[in-house]
């Protein structure tokens, strides 16, 4: 395993010597957010999800994850980041308009939590796609717990522009089609962005601390930790608890070898745990009494259930499974998921941080990849769960696959061999505006104090409030922005045209006859 340097990449020297640098200006970048809804009582909200807002189903910008409650909103990808900021405000002041005294709660460690069953599971009505997805969510429930899944975060969409394929294609004389090609290289950018995606937790980590609530329902996890207050759990020199071993970070995942060296290897190492039976799930068992407890009881019931820092993704067809679309049409973008809400925005990420996290895609995609061993997949790890736990802490010093080294030492020397492509970014805007967002990070480097976790836990010292207190205060201050921002007519009328739509046609799929669930389940899983 090897970390980044300074030196330009052989690919973005050629764009360059050929005067093709412009090709890699315009990617597309989307972003799915993630919010708990809080009732006025400070709790998770025991509501449906608003009728007013659309089928969860069907509806291609506001839907729900886990829980009834923890609503996500998705754009369209846009190649301007401004466009995609903008489109994911509009959806928050629709969705405000449409919310009953209840809040979006803007921190991803979910707070207002009582107990394992205070955590509504999502529902999506009575048609089969509707079910499986419901009984997916029950089977998270009886193998990880709810609480867990009421976790939020952003997940951050990125597909290189079209018109860089080929020349990239060309200029290295690959003999391979350009859908290989392609995969090949997204596949580069994915074990580049594994290697390093400490970083991000570093840099923008917003879950130092963790509500007493939250480990209701596994209270032996508390030991781990110091107490901030009464109310509160936390790790001093922590970035993102949501990150660490108590948040995605899956103990019953940590021994599957998912393999990130091809897009083969990828399909089949997830299909393999997908068809691999797991003595601990079989004795929930799939169906008691009638009711499915989940869907299968293989170590992952769908691709989803496996969390991964970043993910390959093609947009998949109704009823399709994620990797049959990708066996059939190769990679689309890539979905990078490590971003915590940052809580001191209202919709929980800025246009400073979103491009830099393009510039830092576009290098992973830019620079040699080797890759990735066994050994390799361990360090990975333990850097991840370093820096999300421990990652202000002075001194502290990760693997880079050939030593040890200090954390702040090799987040420079990423964000330096950033430079040349925030250079070209950046084209002939005057403002500059990827190299100011990389300025700012270099800022965040050279003192840990000026990150969101430690402005989060500083914030909680000086107003004595415990996390639940000072992230809800918080949310309440974005609920007031949306209150006094309020959508213009002609995009409120945009929006409820699209609820309606998105109403209708979970109502005619649902009058459509269904063939027997045992029988859809079947079907889904035989694809090939």
Known sequence: MTYFTNKLSTRLDQLLANNHQHLLCGGLKGIEKESLRIAKDGFIAQTSHPKTLGSALTHPYITTDYSEALIELITPP?????DTL???????QFVYEHLDNEILLGAS?????????????AGYGSSNIGRMKHVYRHGLWHRYGRTMQAIAGIHFNYSAPEAL????????????????????????????????????LYLFGASPAICKSFFKSRPALMAQFEEFDQGTLYHPYATSLRMSD?????????????????????????????ETPYPDYEKIEVVVDGQYRQLNSNILQIENEFYSTIRPKQIIKSGEKPTLAL??????YVEMRSLDLDLFNPIGIDEAKARFIEALLLTCLLKDSPQISDQDHQIINANQLAVANFGR??????????????????????LESMRPVCAVLDKEDTAKP????????????????????????????????????????????????????KLDDTLSKQFIELAEQSLAKQKELESKEQIPFDDFLKQYFSQK
């Open 78 to 82: 846009f190649a301007d980041i401004k």
């Open 86 to 92: 903008a489109y994911l405000h509009h959806i928050h």
């Open 109 to 121: 460690m979910p707070c207002g939590i009582n107990g394992d069953e205070s955590i509504p599971i």
């Open 165 to 200: 394929w080929p020349t990239l294609h060309q200029q290295e004389n690959s003999h391979l089609s350009l859908e290989q090609f392609r995969a090949d290289t997204y596949f580069d950018l994915i074990r580049n962005f594994q290697r390093l995606g400490w970083l991000i």
């Open 246 to 274: 108590i948040g995605y970070k899956s103990k019953n995942q940590a021994n599957l070898k998912i393999d990130y060296n091809s897009l083969s290897g990828y399909v089949s190492s997830l299909g393999k745990a997908i």
């Open 327 to 332: 066996k059939r049409r190769g990679v689309r």
């Open 393 to 414: 802490k002075p001194g502290l010093e990760l693997n880079n696959g050939r030593q040890r080294i200090p954390l702040q030492d090799w987040a420079i020397e990423i």
């Open 434 to 485: 990827y190299s100011s967002a990389l300025a700012q990070q270099r800022c965040l480097v050279e003192n840990q104090d000026l990150t969101a976790s430690a402005k989060i836990l500083e914030n909680m010292t000086q107003s004595r409030q415990p996390f639940s207190r000072f992230a809800l205060n918080k949310s309440a201050e974005h609920a007031r922005h949306f209150s006094l921002n």
